[in-house]
Nanobody, 116 residues
């Protein structure tokens, strides 16, 4: 069974940086897309950034130029470097793997709080 564990969340002042990491275990099939989502209180979960196995990346407009997603296919890890954080980035951040059959696996989430 695939298990994803996020780490790196915390409390940071506006303008600061955090790096989130997600490590997977129990992966049997190749992962097609690795992604980071976030969910703020009272809001729906939204896609922040993703990276395909080929290295193509996508970012939400709200984080372009501030966040960088990277992945290691061999280790099945994904990292989100977050710079110039804003209070509106406060949310629980989740990583997700989508394998080549389209099955999705989620981590338990890590809290990011940005104080103004």
């Amino acid at each position: 069974q695939v298990q994803l564990v996020e780490s790196g969340g915390g409390v940071v002042q506006a303008g600061g940086s955090l790096t989130l990491s997600c490590t997977a275990s129990g992966v049997v099939l190749a992962v097609a897309v690795k992604a980071w989502y976030r969910q703020a209180p009272g809001k729906s979960r939204e896609l922040v950034a993703d990276i395909t196995s080929g290295g193509s990346t996508w970012y939400a407009d709200s984080v372009k130029g501030r966040f960088t997603v990277s992945g290691d296919n061999a280790k099945n890890t994904i990292t989100l470097q977050m710079n110039n954080l804003k209070p509106e980035d406060t949310a629980v951040y989740y990583c997700k793997h989508e394998n080549v059959l389209g099955a999705n696996f989620w981590g338990q989430g890590t809290q990011v709080t940005v104080s103004s």
